[in-house]
């Protein structure tokens, strides 16, 4: 055992005795190595006795266990052997980030907490979360009235925004090249009215206390102004809004690139400018598909589905949001599409979301199943996919 790894258990010891304690993560898999993308372990009381909680988060499922202490340092130095490269240790006092590299160098980083001084909570029946620190700009927005209350008309619209954080909250839990990051860049591709951009900037603002800017990209002059009039009211000095079309704003280096409800071709533009950004996050919820829907060519053996109309739409939808999660996959990103809220709340419910990765990609594998799918339904060529190729 190295001195470094040493030190971090001496810490995590030190930090369990004095119920400090917040949380521990292991991340990136060693090579050749079958385990769970992210452990992520937590205190918890379970029937009066505390223990270490171990969730491993697989990509299509999460599996948790619980260990005694000493049982449980012992699996974290397990797995730090034999699987994992990089452990994330956060305390109320500090935070400890152990690096081993491939070629032998192990590395250990300490910084000053950015957590509260408040001892961790360690129920295991924990209440739940609000998601929403500061509702100011909630009755700024219409959602709620100036006594704080949910107006009537509203209780999807407030639904759906604290979902969508919980989302994201997740996310950044499994991307350990954003939870690690001192400042953050985020872009919203057609902010509109700006409900979950000035979610997003309360969220690592007031909950995660982290530093952070979001910028709101939005075509229609009068939001640009509401959003800008409303974030200096409220001294959100990293939010604004800026001007522009998606498919012509110049992206910078962004960290989360998001694009909700953008029309048609509107997200494959985005998608484009998220990858080229370099983003660890691009999370879209897509709107509308007429490109695909028009291509589809209605083949014999295909008639008796997209000779009805609303058949075709979904069909469209369905071959186009598979097309372009492949793509992503294509480019270094793990993919993910999953129903983002209840149709009972709202129609546009589809959320794609694609987190970045080093791993080997089998560019091979990727694209024979995109040309099938092409193929299937006669598409010469998805719009997404003639802007990479370009």
Same mark, same amino acid.
């Given at each position: 055992?190295?001195?470094?790894? @040493? ?63 000493? @049982? ?187 694009? /909700? ?15 080229? !950004? ?6 879209? !919820? ?38 372009? !999660? ?39 594998? /990727? ?24």
């Amino acid at each position: 055992m190295s001195d470094q790894s @040493e030190q971090l258990y001496t810490v995590l010891r030190k930090s369990w005795s004095e119920n400090q304690f917040i949380r521990l993560t292991l991340s990136k898999q060693r090579k050749g190595v079958e385990a769970a993308n992210r452990v992520t372990i937590r205190p918890v009381t379970i029937r009066g006795k505390m223990q270490l909680s171990f969730v491993s988060q697989y990509s299509t499922k999460d599996i948790t266990k619980n260990y005694p202490f000493e @049982e449980g340092e012992k699996r974290i130095q397990q797995l730090l052997e034999t699987a994992y490269l990089i452990a994330n240790l956060f305390t109320t006092e500090k935070q400890m980030v152990l690096e081993m590299r491939r070629n032998g160098k192990t590395t250990l980083r300490v910084q000053a907490s950015k957590m509260t001084d408040d001892a961790p909570p360690r129920s295991h029946d924990r209440k739940k979360k609000d998601w929403i620190a500061d509702k100011r700009f909630l009755v700024e927005l219409g959602i709620l009235n100036n006594s704080g209350n949910v107006k009537k008309d509203k209780g999807d619209k407030y639904r759906q925004i604290k979902k969508f954080v919980e989302i994201v909250d997740g996310l950044i839990r499994q991307q350990s090249a954003l939870e690690n990051k001192d400042s953050l860049r985020i872009v919203d591709m057609g902010a509109g009215k700006g409900y979950l951009t000035f979610a997003l900037y309360d969220y690592f603002t007031h909950t995660l206390e982290r530093p952070v800017k979001v910028t709101g990209v939005e075509l229609r002059e009068g939001l640009i102004k509401k959003g800008n009039a409303i974030a200096n009211s409220l001294g959100y000095k990293g939010l604004n809004y800026e001007s522009g079309f998606i498919e012509e704003y110049d992206l910078p280096e962004t960290d989360i690139l998001l694009a /909700l409800h953008a029309c048609d071709t509107a997200t494959d533009d985005a998608i484009y400018k998220g990858i080229n !950004a370099k983003a660890e996050l691009i999370i879209c !919820a897509p709107c509308c598909h007429k490109q695909i829907r028009r291509a589809i060519t209605k083949s014999e053996d295909l008639q008796p589905i997209l000779q009805h109309g609303i058949l075709l739409e979904r069909q469209a939808e369905i071959v186009t949001d598979t097309i372009r !999660a492949l793509l992503m996959e294509l480019q270094g990103y793990k993919t993910k599409i999953f129903e983002f809220i209840s149709t009972e709340h709202t129609g546009k419910n589809l959320m794609i979301v694609g987190q970045k990765h080093e791993r080997p990609v089998d560019r091979e594998a /990727l694209l024979e199943q995109i040309n099938a799918i092409k193929n299937r339904f006669g598409i010469d060529a998805h719009y997404l996919e003639s802007l990479l190729d370009a």
